[in-house]
Structures are given as structure tokens and as C-alpha cells.
């Protein structure tokens, strides 16, 4: 760990890895290090990724020291075919590696391996460590139990400060990186939490029960990452406790797999309102993306389609006034932009966890007034050109009251179905975004080609 | 603190503030709490922000303990107008508040305020404090130095463990939380840290020099914001050190602040995709959401109208064909479609940091070629659907032809503009989506338009 160049951030770029040279026999490197030991996991776990043959990346994952090597695994994604490389690495090796790595991240990294791969290596770890895997195994991947480690630092409720720092450091010698120690009772019930930094600080003679802090938030196995990561950053917790039934202490979630959830959940929640699938992992190959992309597009095409296939019953109204044509598609545009505004801050209002707040339908009925005068501004301006191009001052009358109408059903739309979906308890993100611009599209082009007929014909 | 109640999650929702028995006099509680003291400074500074009357916000400041008040007003957001309600506390109780808060916290809260009231606050605290928090206040509100607190633990390279840990136990006292002790040389450079966890297993007579780790990242007092969320993210740093010339440690930024800076970037992300302005927050107005998103939408307007316009040169086409005005906005819609995908995988790439990677313009290649692929196909769909409806097969053609066009070019041009404005300096989310929709609306009309007038007529 010591000889590990700091970087300095900003420092230079490391150099394009396509740039590096490919030694004969003995793994790539980037010219600016002597050695892998001297980089840091998640900098060699991206080195790795980048290599274009697997037989490079084994190739440097067998040299590695067996920790640092095993550290490297579990900074790279699942979608960077790690599981793949421990498979192919050989349940010598790969079990050297499963042994080092906290039990989480063990338990992600078989949980990413095809079941027989997984069983063979299972059956190759120690009984004990395959025990504490297939526990966590359990749970489901998305949920507090899929992220929580079982390695902690806890101490009785009847200690003394000093006591409890001799216990902490037994235990402590087992556990990478604490930064609070539990609190338990003799049936390991959890009774609060106690900083490192408060058990220093304090005297020897102390009793943990007077430093014992009830924990901020405790959270169930089943409780969803997304919510373990909102009540981690709206606390600022370091560590939040896993507590079964009764209160017994399972585990704990530490801030950095938070943040690593934050993300996660973030680029689904982007990709989502793009209509790119979660499936679709930000390295997908273009093939994969074809294939997650394209049902979505379809289905674009269909509801498209459908919006459009009302202009196919005012063929002769259009035939009369082309300048319907170009009217149409703007309406159309303005109305799903503005949709798409309120749709990306109800959004990010529900994400960010607002959903409790007084506000659950307010916000709905803000976008209604923004949409009423944004519309008027946008219609005004959009209806006097139409005047001034055609010379005919009620097609800017049908021009204005379209785009008003569409403007105001947008934000309505745009604010109320992420509110609705997220009411039902379902995802509000998705579909959304294909809700609303259908509908925009279809009231858009409604209400230009009605009112041109009710106006002009 | 020992008294507030830990929350359960998932638990019961919070009722809505709405049904809040406002006492007469006192301060509104929710019935589920006895006294404000039992609820956590974040629920607090909900409660606070969602009360309709700033007498009623101020009563609750006036009336809690003050290191409550001030984690509360800590834990509140600027647009919930926390320094105007520090303000109106006057400069007794407001000093009071601020002197409890860390400096970090307090510099943020000034930098809220008008500079008259600033000014005014500082003159009152005590003179170390105002020099501390105006040092602060001199670094920029988006930079590691508007970021970082002052108030750390360190420890020189030339004490043992257990020295160490006894300046600690006394610096340990004023300052709250800390994760990591940092070791300096005489002249106060940094040298490394020393995990608290290490210190307390360690043999006390171990020397300090030999726990030392070198810090894994450090940040320079005019690093952005964005960029510290990346690298403790990256690196899983539960503290990273901000340093200025010849290394001097100025201070250090802990992983609550990075939370909090992850999802303001976030959420400017995806409201920024979504063409709100970043001033416009979520809890703005409904006037101000029509100030902020009107000029923006005016753009569209042009835009959207710009690449109608050349619908307007062909209203002769149009009035004998009138299918094409029914064309037209499908395969501008498929187009847009394909855009906003590629634009929202590649953004999230670049703000997750893949940006160094060996990957810069792969990834337009490969949007490219998940274009051709999908364009094919939809266009076919389309274009058969055409050809049968219409009975003329130069129809099809026609749709095949102008949608796999605009496909294509919208899956380059969603790559392309935010790779492009990201190299140049500029943030790859602003404006993206308007040059991609306004691209793949003219690019849908003139290839329809074009294509039917070379084979059709």
C-alpha cells in the first residue's frame, strides 16, 4: 500500500491506454508507473478494462499480489466481464482472491459469475467463508442485505471505553477501514453506535453505555439501495446498521458503496428518461445496444405514428393549407419541451426524496400556472408570425390558442405522471418521457388541424 | 442528541406537514414528536423549511437549543432562504448559532447572505472566527476551498501511536467527526494520514512514520467541485486533503459534502439536459420557473421554427401529397429519439469520468454504427407500412430512405456534440439537446421533403 504514487488531482491525464506499450510476455503498462503495485486499484482496475485481450488482463491479474490483485476485481464493474475473469482465472487463483475481498464484495462478484462457475468456486473456499457468501448470497442485488458487509466492529453495552478499545482492537485487526463501533446487547441486539473519534476521545473509565448514541437510521435486508442511499446522504451517515427481526445486528452498509449506489441509481434514472433500458450498461457493445435500444424505438414509432395518423384525416384540409404542415410540427415541438422540463424536475424532486413533503400534488399545479403563461408568450409570439407570414389574422388566433392549449397540457402532463407512477409505486421515470411527448404530439397536431377547420374553413 | 429517536426504514411515512397542529404561540410539531429535540437537524430543517410563515420558522430557531438551531439551519438549503431567517435572527442569537457551526458550514451560510448583513454578522463574532471563516469565504462557492473545513486532526511524523492517539484525545475534543488523523512534518506539509482504526490497533510504542500512509488523492484549494465528488468516488475516500503550495494541508473535505455535491451536479445534469437552468431550483416559484425556462423555450421556438422553415419551400409538394405532412414528424420524432439516447449515454459517460479513457470518440463510432442498424429497421417497418397504405412502393422507399438517414445522424450528432463540447472545455450537457432535436427535425423534413420530390414527381 505504501508505495503508491499520490495522484494530484488536477494532475496531468494519464496517457490514452491505447498509447501503451505492450510487453512480450509480461502484462501492459502505462509508461508513467514501474509497476502495477504502484497504482491504485481503481486506477489499475480501469487499466485492466481497457486491455483488448483477455489474455492480457489475466496476464496481469495472475502477477498482481494476490491483494492487490483481489482489490483490483472488486473496483471493476460487472459490466467489464470481471465474474468472467475470475471464472477463467482457475478456482486456484480465483479462490486466493474470493478469500481476500470483504464478504460483500466476494458475494457481488459470484453473485455476477454463470451458477456452475459459482458453485464450483463455492466448493473450492473454505467452508466458513462459503457459508458467509451463500448467506449474503440471499439477498436480493438491489437491496441493504445485497449491499451490507458482515464484517464490523462491535462491543457490549456493559463495557468500559477502555475495555471497549482493547475489544476494538482484537476485532479491528480482522475489519478493513471502521469508522463507528456497534453497540450490541448479549443477544446481539443492536442498541446504538458509538464513534471511533467519541471512544478516543473519552475517558478509559467511561462506560459505553453513557457514550452510546442511538443510531440515526437503521435499515432492514429488504430495504431498497435507493432508499438506503437517500437516508445515508440526508443523515450524513459514514456506516449505517442492517438489523433483522428483533433488532440483531446483520451487518453494516458503509458511505462508500452509497456513493457508488448514487451513481448507479443517477445514470439509470438519466438513461431511463432517454428511454435507454437499465440493462443497457454505459459500456455496452453497439450490438447489445441495438438490441436494448430497439424495442424502445419501436415503440416510439407505433405511439409516433399513432399521434401523426390524426393528420391522415385532414389530408384535404392539409392539401388546401400547406401551411399547416409547418405549423404542426412546431406546436408539436414546443409542447414536448416544455413537458419535458417539468418532467425532468418532478423527476429529480421524487429522486431526491421531496415525495414526503407537503408539496406531493402542488407541484402540479405550479406547472399548470408556468405552462399558462409560458404558452401565452410562446403562443403570442408564434401567432403573429403566422399572421404576418400568411396575412390572415385568425390563422394566428389558430395558432395561439393551439400552442397555449398544448403548452399548459405539457406541464400538466409533464408534472402529473412521474407523481402518478411514483403514487402507484412504480418507477417514474420510466416511460415518462414516451407518455408525454405522445401526448403532446397528438394534442399538438388536434388542435391546429381543429381549429383550422373550425377557424378557416 | 442521546434522545432523538432512530428512525426506521422503511417505516411509516412522516405525515404531511399540511395537517400540522399550529400551537398558539409555540412553535408547529408534527404529533408524532414531543419536542423538536427529539428529531434529527435534517427532519428539522424539513419541518422548518415547509412552514408557510417565517414568524412561525423563526419561533422554532428561537426556541431550540442553540446547537440544534444551528445544525438545522446547517442541514437546510439556500433556497429555503436559511440566511434570510438567519438574518432576522438578529446578531445575538444569530453569532450564537454560527459560532457552534463548523466553519465550512458557517462560511456557506454568510456566503447566502447580502453583503450588508454579511458584514455585520462577522463584525459581531469574535475576531478568530470572522479571520477563519473570511479566509473561506475568499475561495470560490463551487471549489474544494469553498468545500473544505479547517477543523481537522493532525499529528507529526515524529510521535508514536501512542502519542499520537493522546493528541488526538486532545485536539479530538473541538473538532466533530473525524475519520482519519493527518500527519505533517514541522512545517505543517502534508506527509500522509494514518486511518483512526490503524492508530487504535497499533502498539502504542509503533512509530507514526511507519503507519503512515501517503494520502491515495489530494485536491488543491481551486479544484471544482465536480471533480472532488469524482475523486473520492473513485477512490472511496472517507476524507481527501485539500493542500496548497509546497503542500501545505489547508484543510480537508469529508464524504457528506461529496453526497451532497453528487447530487446537486446530478440534478443540474439532468435538468440541464432537460433545458432548466441550473438557477432555476426545484423549490423555485412558479414566476421565477416561467423567468427561468421562457428564454430557453423562446430558443426552441426559433429552432424548431428554423427547421420547420424548410417546409415552407415545398408547400406545393405538400398540397399534392398531403401523406407527407403525416411523414414528416415521425421520422423527425424517430430521429430526436435516437438523439436523446445517445446524448444521454454519452453525457453520463463524461460525467462518471470515462472521459480519459482510451474510448474519447469510440463511442460516436459505435453510436454510429447502432444507428445504422436501428434506422435500417425502423425505417423498413415504417416504410412498408407506407407502401402498403398509400399502394405506391417509391413511397416506401422514400420513408426507408429519410429515416435510416435521420437515425444515423442523430445517433453521430448525440455522440459527437457532447464529446465535442466536453473537449473544448464547455459542459457537454448545456444546449446538447437543442442542436441534436433541432438537427434531426431539419435533417427528418428535408429528407422526406427531397427524397419525394426526386422520386415521386
Known amino acids: 500500500m505504501s508505495a503508491r504514487r499520490p495522484p494530484e488531482i488536477p494532475g496531468p491525464a494519464p496517457p490514452a491506454a491505447a498509447a501503451l506499450p ?13 509497476s502495477v503495485e504502484e497504482m491504485h486499484p481503481s486506477d489499475i482496475a480501469d487499466l485492466v478494462a481497457s486491455l483488448g485481450s483477455v489474455s492480457q ?12 490483485a483481489s482489490d483490483t476485481l472488486a473496483e471493476m464493474e460487472e459490466w467489464e466481464d470481471r465474474a468472467e475473469l475470475l471464472s477463467a482465472l482457475g478456482s486456484r487463483r480465483g479462490t486466493a482472491l474470493l478469500q481476500e475481498l470483504a464478504d460483500d464484495d466476494a458475494a457481488d462478484l459470484l453473485g455476477e459469475m454463470e451458477p456452475d462457475d459459482r458453485d464450483r468456486m463455492l466448493a473450492a473456499l473454505p467452508t466458513e467463508d462459503a457459508v458467509e457468501i451463500r448467506d449474503l448470497l440471499r439477498y436480493g442485488e438491489e437491496t441493504a442485505g445485497g449491499l451490507m458487509t458482515t464484517a464490523l466492529v462491535s462491543v457490549s453495552t456493559g463495557s468500559s471505553a477502555g475495555d471497549a478499545i482493547a475489544e476494538v482492537r482484537r476485532q479491528g485487526r480482522e475489519v478493513e477501514d471502521f469508522y463507528a463501533v456497534f453497540v450490541v446487547d448479549d443477544r446481539n441486539r443492536l442498541q446504538g453506535t458509538v464513534p471511533l473519534a467519541d471512544l478516543i476521545v473519552a475517558d478509559p473509565d467511561e462506560a459505553v453505555a453513557v457514550l452510546v448514541e442511538p443510531a440515526v437510521a437503521v435499515v432492514h435486508p429488504d430495504t431498497d439501495q435507493e432508499e438506503v442511499g437517500r437516508v445515508m446522504g440526508r443523515y450524513n451517515l459514514v456506516t449505517v446498521p442492517v438489523v433483522g427481526g428483533g433488532g440483531v445486528l446483520l451487518g453494516h452498509i458503509t458511505f462508500d458503496d452509497v456513493i457508488d449506489v448514487i451513481e448507479a441509481e443517477t445514470t439509470e434514472d438519466i438513461l431511463k428518461l432517454a428511454g435507454v433500458s437499465e440493462e443497457e ?3 455496452a457493445g453497439w450490438l447489445e445496444s441495438v438490441r436494448s435500444r430497439l424495442p424502445w424505438l419501436t415503440l416510439n414509432l407505433v405511439t409516433a405514428g399513432l399521434a401523426a395518423g390524426v393528420i391522415l384525416s385532414f389530408e384535404d384540409l392539409i392539401s388546401e393549407i400547406a401551411f399547416l404542415a409547418f405549423l404542426m410540427p412546431v406546436v408539436a415541438a414546443l409542447g414536448g419541451n416544455t413537458g419535458t ?9 421524487i429522486a431526491i426524496g421531496y415525495e414526503w413533503r407537503p408539496s406531493h400534488f402542488r407541484v402540479v399545479g405550479k406547472e399548470v400556472l408556468v405552462g399558462l403563461l409560458n404558452g401565452l408568450v410562446l403562443g403570442a409570439l408564434f401567432g403573429v408570425f403566422a399572421y404576418f407570414y400568411q396575412g390572415d389574422p385568425r390563422l394566428g388566433l389558430v395558432v395561439l390558442l393551439a400552442m397555449w392549449t398544448n403548452i399548459i397540457v405539457a406541464g400538466f402532463a409533464g408534472a402529473m405522471i412521474p407523481t402518478l407512477l411514483n403514487r402507484l409505486g412504480a418507477d417514474p421515470a420510466v416511460a415518462s418521457s414516451v407518455f408525454v411527448t405522445t401526448l403532446t404530439d397528438l394534442v399538438g397536431f388536434v388542435m391546429v388541424l381543429s381549429l383550422a377547420t373550425a377557424l378557416l374553413m
Chains 1, 2 share one sequence.
Not at 488482463?57 to 492487490?68: F, G, K, N, S, Y
Open 22 to 34: 505492450v510487453g512480450e510476455g509480461t502484462a501492459a503498462l502505462p509508461d508513467w508507473v514501474e
Open 57 to 68: 488482463q489475466l496476464e496481469i491479474l495472475r502477477t498482481m499480489p494476490t491483494e492487490l
Open 281 to 283: 450498461e454505459l459500456k
Open 341 to 349: 422540463q417539468a418532467l425532468a424536475v418532478t423527476i429529480r424532486r
